[in-house]
């Protein structure tokens, strides 16, 4: 009875044995398992962060790059317009402003403008001519003399303490005026002479640049 006894309780002990290795192998089995999910979707993330900074730095590169040719391009252009304007000014200034210099010079286009101011043929038109302080003594003397051989028109002559050379001319009835400075000689030339200037000065050098274009 007593062998029958510890055979039940011995079968009962190895069954409580393996019925709780069994359990402990499922939750170790179970607690891998949710490691391993945990591991997975923590290398998902992972993965999805440095993809997410890769793609980010990879835009803030191409952005930056975007930004520094914008303002090299913008850098360049200013320097060319300010060469270009140097180059111009030198060019053009100082000739203009020797011509405007010579009283002779501008006593001509005076006459010529006045000996030419026929808007319609056979009507007289009076006419109102602004000159500098420094200037009008010599010339009003000259227009007193050689305006009135040339043809009988009323001229007006006033000065302009804002004119420093040239003139400006117009009708009496102050509709408008004409100017001849100076300034207005060198920025009308300027708009002729500003692009070639910068055409002579930079598209050779800008053509021999270009890929496949040999270097000197």
């Given at each position: 009875?007593?062998?029958?006894?510890?055979?039940?309780?011995?079968?009962?002990?190895?069954?409580?044995?393996?019925?709780?290795?069994?359990?402990?192998?499922?939750?170790?089995?179970?607690?891998?398992?949710?490691?391993?999910?945990?591991?997975?979707s923590?290398?998902?993330?992972?993965?999805?962060?440095?993809?997410e900074?890769?793609?980010?730095?990879?835009?803030?590169?191409?952005?930056?790059e975007?930004?520094?040719?914008?303002?090299?391009?913008?850098?360049?252009?200013?320097?060319?317009?300010?060469?270009?304007?140097?180059?111009?000014?030198?060019?053009?200034?100082?000739?203009?402003?020797?011509?405007?210099?010579?009283?002779?010079?501008?006593?001509?286009?005076?006459?010529?403008?006045?000996?030419?101011?026929?808007?319609?043929?056979?009507?007289?038109?009076?006419?109102?001519?602004?000159?500098p302080?420094?200037?009008?003594?010599?010339?009003?003397?000259?227009?007193?003399?050689?305006?009135t051989?040339?043809?009988?028109?009323?001229?007006e002559?006033?000065?302009?303490?804002?004119?420093?050379?040239?003139?400006?001319i117009?009708?009496?009835?102050?509709?408008?005026?004409?100017?001849?400075t100076?300034?207005?000689?060198?920025?009308?030339?300027?708009?002729?002479?500003?692009?070639?200037?910068?055409?002579?000065?930079?598209?050779?050098?800008?053509?021999?640049?270009?890929?496949?274009?040999?270097?000197?």
């Open positions: 009875m007593t062998d029958r006894i510890e055979e039940i309780t011995q079968k009962i002990y190895n069954e409580g044995i393996i019925k709780a290795k069994d359990d402990a192998d499922q939750l170790i089995a179970e607690a891998k398992e949710k490691a391993d999910a945990i591991i997975q923590a290398k998902r993330t992972q993965e999805e962060i440095i993809r900074a890769q793609k980010q730095a990879s835009e803030d590169k191409k952005r930056t975007a930004e520094l040719q914008l303002a090299a391009r913008q850098f360049i252009s200013h320097l060319k317009q300010q060469i270009t304007q140097l180059i111009t000014n030198a060019q053009i200034n100082s000739p203009v402003n020797e011509a405007f210099n010579d009283s002779d010079f501008i006593k001509k286009i005076i006459l010529t403008l006045i000996e030419k101011w026929d808007p319609k043929a056979g009507k007289s038109i009076d006419l109102h001519l602004l000159l302080s420094d200037d009008q003594k010599e010339l009003t003397a000259f227009l007193q003399k050689k305006a051989e040339a043809m009988n028109k009323g001229i002559i006033s000065t302009d303490p804002k004119l420093k050379s040239g003139f400006r117009g009708p009496k009835d102050g509709s408008y005026l004409i100017s001849f100076a300034q207005d000689f060198a920025n009308y030339f300027k708009q002729y002479v500003t692009d070639g200037t910068k055409k002579l000065l930079f598209d050779a050098v800008e053509t021999a640049l270009e890929p496949g274009k040999p270097h000197r």
